[in-house]
């Protein structure tokens, strides 16, 4: 009994390390450039399927995921540059135009790789299962937790330690007010979106070796980063971290106790948290 | 030197700034005095290049350069600071980031966050507070510390006194005296008339978009009538 | 004037590669007809499903209302083919439904003018494989599936010929569809101590499963055995090693070694590049078969009651499933059952090769058909699981 | 004040009973977080009186006023409008007892027009705010109350522009007009006159004074010369705490006070 | 005018045709329950594809597996969509901007979670099928005089709410709730009224949609419906209520047309989706009318100048 239940908490560790992942470029995002990015999913399947075929043709994970994190960055680059420029600064129509462009690139992929199921090739030294604590635990996803934990000391350290993560948040209250100090906001803006694309490609390849790519995919991961951006709070990264960890402990074991209520166990325990905390766990009133 | 000569800006169809001429000398400080929406504002923010209203004649220059078309970093990065109207602060930044946020290119004048803070000691006691935690006159002088972290050698000053306590407002006097030793120009907007007599070395009056008047102040300080009626107070 | 057909399939979607197998094993059908049939032209209308049963519906209806088509085919996701059957039982269009198995369309909610031409329905194979997992000497099965009525049924299938054969479920886990980590299930199925794991899943799901089911390390443990569509083309074609040895049960194996299969798979590859699915060749079969019938009646597709009749009767002795097969009197075909294993071919390709089979199975297994219909349907609560 | 909405009459009955005094704040104090803004203030206004709060930047005026309208609730003591307790009552009951407030920094309705602005203002406390399918326009007396308001502060003929389009001066006057348009008893100006040209200050100062002489009024103001020629009595406040309190001749003459906030001797007094 | 239009349409369209349109003015009735939130209490919601959907359950389980009354069902499946944008409506009140979003966003996931894993009361995956329409409607062209009697006042009883003082209230909240509040007005209350307003009128929709598909399943109440029906009130003209006529009428026939050609429609729809935002994103009726009023104001120029 004490085994299976390591076994589940393990579970929703390493799955909340890959949404942790995808969900940390959204959050970056949406709470540093209040964009609500919908078509954060389709990144995450575009550089996942990208992933793929990069580490099929050159045998490599890790070629697969720089190529993905690549491909998607220049993603990021063209849809902030070159379609979100005109919209700044209003809320609902940027999510409504990165709900266009998600709708766009899943049709793109569709196209490019037909729609069957995808996994991402793992590494031979990260295959099949070794004993922790006494279960067998797949390697792969042991290495997952603690690529979420590199990732999220990576961002932290960004964002308060840095100059730029200053300059980011300001430029998300005042940009014209940034701009006259004497700053190229635009440029400041434009890296944020590539960095939090990257994040979406990365968790594409590292998700699509276990979870597998497939038509749909997109909406689901998106689906996770939602509830833990909303559970943790607009723009914090520690809030996105809890978040992870709930919905991934939540998932895991809700699915385990409440099997009927799949959905129910994630979104359920989140409503009531907005119920009391209105902009989650962390959220601070603009 | 900043030479505006025969400015038209336009929001939209609306005709704000009507061909205006003005000069700030380097080391001058010049006051724009001018009642309610009669295009102060309008004014700046055209010398500042933002984005509306839009500048459709006429000419901006600082020390012989064109800045009419820059985008308003460029501008900025030409040493002029904008205090703006309102303050304009960033509510999600602590005081300390509003200071810390841009790198300033190697000081002339040596602006560092501790000179500022011994400039506005209330701003050290609340160096954690954010931008929308602050009280009316700490939010002021912090719009003038943020604009002095990029050493500039031009401040444009949009009613920094609005809302300033009287002890406040004879401490910004000072730093203006102060800013102006340090040979730092100033155009500053103001609507306290007596204020502005203290500090200015001359003074504009503006009316519907056009200059209507121009003085030395030394010359008024005494003798404020001849301006009073230009700006219709009975 | 030609005879017109609207052909469902789901272009967009999650099933979306699905969708494309149905379109062209059905064309390739009705090129190699040279696009004729009973004399008369055949127009071919495709509508996307979207995988989405409104939108089936919707689209059901601009074929009957405005394209004025003389029947229907495909779909893929049960719930489209439920939302479609339940419209052209209010108008009489026929409509043919090879990949749809839902039970109930050919059983106790029959309706006439629904036919499952190169379809079967969903407990029909799970029976045999069932029984030959007894035979294997398997006595304690677990059972992973998608928690809806084609999961419940297939299930349901197994469990009551595997219980009624002397075997015990000792464990049962439906999990939603699209579940994208399946840890915390083969955590339980782990726990169960079963001899053997039947596994439902289709699509994306079963890719996952068998991935992560190798991946925990219990591909070793126990034994897996699955439903047809668990390693279907569609779902191993993209897959390593980790779907080698999967036993499941169906009407069709890719692999096995008889002529008209051998031709297809050779015509399909080469046309495609890759070897058919169950939607290619489902669609493919339920062409040949109604086309068969429109012949028989010269192209009067317009009489409905005759048209139908005259499918009903028809028998198909040379389809590319290499044995004969005829209809049952619900509508739903009696087939020739293979068990089969996924291996390597000389391509180095996984496929499905026959290793034993079960002659002449309906969809009533060994029950009388009316005793059979006054059991409930299957569902998540009922199984059929004998008590001992 | 709007006489037929229950909360009015309630307090027009309390108002027979109770003394002299319409507002009274007893040991109120705000703290964020470590800050007390306002620590322990001691305040009694009374019936039409003009009354001054004073104090250098960051004393904790604007905060006293969010504690007095509800905005930002006092986390110590009590407060009582008109005899009645209202430390916990929520924003809009206050207002429906009568206070009414400008804000500091301009809060207006900027997508709407002024005659709109105006139009909620005079609507927050009648039944016709949930008039659902009425029509949309002001009621013929609620023009002629909102002409009249809109004529005082000179902003006439902008009654169909979008506030968004109106320059700060006159957004700041719309800001007294919407305080005014309910009929307040008791008005909180924050700062009415900051940002206006000597010349709208002179109509900000008319305005005032033309008002009925049964509304209180509490003003946050740092004109000193207009503070001083509309009130009868001057608060200081230092710290968020009470610093001293007299009639406007006396606070001049206050050494703590120049000291804090004064400043040098007053120039132009 | 439009009325008279739209009263002969059967007369000139194939039946098929009129269904579309039917369809139309359902949906019609869907984005405006949105727009009344969005366009004017400047709260976008994401959660009326729930709403809309539950009616729907509610009348056909009503109707077909309990076999009741189809009218009782459908006014039952109403007053459970009003029910539950009651519900919605206290937890997400509270909330502005994108939380608004998000959070009617989950809550749509909760209800689309309920309806799918439920099977026992909502058909599962497999949804539910209705009894069918009622004779007098059965056909296309009667059906559709039905939803148009049903839905020309309803729009005149929306068009009358946001033109009320009540609607002016709720612009005022979109604009500044802290000014609301200090003038008297119980926000929440105004909010919340408005939400359950707006939830009524989806819940009618839902209704009318039982009539019109006789079918319900999760797709019904997934959040694809909610995006759909806001792209909808998007395209006419956030704020404009009527523009909802000509976005749904936009996107639906636009849907039908392109995917009868092409199977790519996702990506037709995305590149309309992005060039509406970026080209016209005050809908068609809303540019319309700004290129109207600019017109206006230039012949007949007033002069502010002077200030
Ligand atoms: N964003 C805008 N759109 C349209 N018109 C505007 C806008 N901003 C200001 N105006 C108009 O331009 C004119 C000049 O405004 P401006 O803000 O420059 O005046 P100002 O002199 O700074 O006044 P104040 O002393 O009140 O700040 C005013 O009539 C105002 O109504
Ligand atoms: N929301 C808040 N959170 C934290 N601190 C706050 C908040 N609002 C105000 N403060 C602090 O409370 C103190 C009092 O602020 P308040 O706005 O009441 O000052 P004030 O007397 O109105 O000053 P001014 O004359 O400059 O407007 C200030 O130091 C301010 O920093
Ligand atoms: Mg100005
Ligand atoms: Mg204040």
Redo the contacts between chains.
Sequence with gaps: MMGINLFQILNGLTFAALIFIVASGFTLIFGLLRIVNLAHGALYLVGGLAGYSAAKASGSFVVGALAAMALVAALGAVLDRGLLSFVRGVELRQVLLTLGVAFILNDISLVIWGGDTFSVPVPAALRGAMWIGGVMYPKYRIFVLVLGLLVFTALWLLLNKTRLGALIRAGVDDPEMVEAMGINIRRVFLGTFMLGAALAGLGGVVGGAFLTLYPSADAEILVFSLAVVIIGGRGSLVGAALGALLVGLLNAIGQVMFPELAYFVIFGPMAVLLAFRPLGLFGRAA | MLEIRDLHSFYGEAHVVQGASLTVRDGEVVALLGRNGMGKTSLIRSVMGLSAPQVRQGSVAWKGEVLTGMKSHEIAGRKIALVPQGRRLFPSLTVTEHLTMIKSARARNGWTVDRVMELFPRLAERRQHRGNQLSGGERQMLAVARALMIDPELILMDEPSEGLAPVMVQHLEGIIARLKEAGLAILLVEQNLYSALAVADRVYVIETGKIVHEADASALVDNPQSLIRFLGVH | APIRIGLMAPQTGVVAAGGREIIDGFSLFWESAGNQVGGRKVEIIVEDDASNPDTALQKARRLVEQAKVDMLFGNLLANTGLAVANYVKGNGTPYFIPVIAADDLTQRARIKNVIRAGGYSASQFSRPLADWALKQGYRKVAMISQDYTFGHEQCGGFAQAFTEGGGTVVGQFWHPLNTSDFSPYLGQVAGVKADVVFAMQTGADATRLIQQYASFGLKDQIPLLGSQNATDQSVIRTMGAECEGIVTSAHFAEGADLPATQTFVKTYSDKFSKIPSLYAFSHYVGAMWVAKAINAINGKVEDRDVFLDTVLKTDLPDSPLGKPVRFDDYGNPVYDVVIRKTMKNKDGKFWNVPIGGYPQVSQFWKYDPATYMKQPPYSRDFQGIKKT | MAAGSPAAMFCQLMRKRVPDTILKLDHVGVS?DALKAVDDVTLRVRRGERRAI???????K?TLFNAI???VPPTSGRVEFDGRDITRM????R??CGI??T???T??????TVE?NM???L???TP?????????GLTDTERDQADRALALSRLGP?AR?LVS??????Q?QLEMA?ALA?GPRLLLLD?PA???????R?IVADVIRSLPAEITIVLIE?D?DLVLSLVDWVTCLNNGRFLAEGAPAEIRGNAEIQD?????A???A | MVLLALAVLPAVLPSYQVSVVTQVLIFSVLAMSIDILAGFAGRTSLGHGAIFGVSSYVAIYWSSTLGGDIWIGIALGILAATALAGVFAALAIRTSGVYFLLLTLALGMIVWGVCLRWTAVTGGENGLRGVGRPAFIADHASFYYAVLIIVAPLTWLMWRLVHSPFGLTLRGIRDSESRMRSLGYNVPLHLFVAFVLSGFFAGVAGGLYVLFNNFVSPSTVQLSQSVSALLMAITGGVGTLLGSFVGAAAIIVLENAVSAYTARWPSVLGIAFVLIMIFAPEGVVGRARLLLARRRSRSSKPDHSGG
């Design positions: 964020f004073i104090g250098p930047n960051g004393a904790g604007t309208t509800g905005v929520p924003p809009h009951r207002a429906a009414s407030r804000f500091q920094i809060n207006l309705f900027p997508s709407l709109q139009q909620l203002a609507c927050g406390l016709r705010k949930f008039s659902l399918l009425g029509s949309g902008r522009s389009e109106l320059s700060y001066g006159e700041r919407m309910p700062e900051a940002g206006l040209s000597p010349a709208e002179v740092h000193m804090v906030y004064l400043g040098k007053h120039r132009h």
